[in-house]
């Protein structure tokens, strides 16, 4: 672990972030007191992949409601 002040970490900002990707910790001081402290982050989970769940949607589904089916939705609802 790395103890760089201000000024020096703003110069040389590229090589402490190498340093923090091959796992190093870097501290930025300011008048030689820590203040912050770099670390790497874990890299993100993958994506989540769309279409997990098994089963398909019927197509029916973007046919227009039938009268009943529409006075059903616009009921009001009742716990």
Known sequence: ???YNVQD?????SEL???VQNGEEVVIAKAG?????????DPPPSQRRLGFLK????DSVLEPMSGEE???WEKPLTS
């Open 1 to 3: 672990m790395g103890q």
């Open 9 to 13: 970490a703003k110069t040389r900002f």
């Open 17 to 19: 972030l190498n340093l």
């Open 33 to 41: 007191k820590p203040v912050a402290r770099l670390v790497k982050i």
């Open 55 to 58: 089963g398909s949607v019927p």
């Open 70 to 72: 529409l006075d059903e």
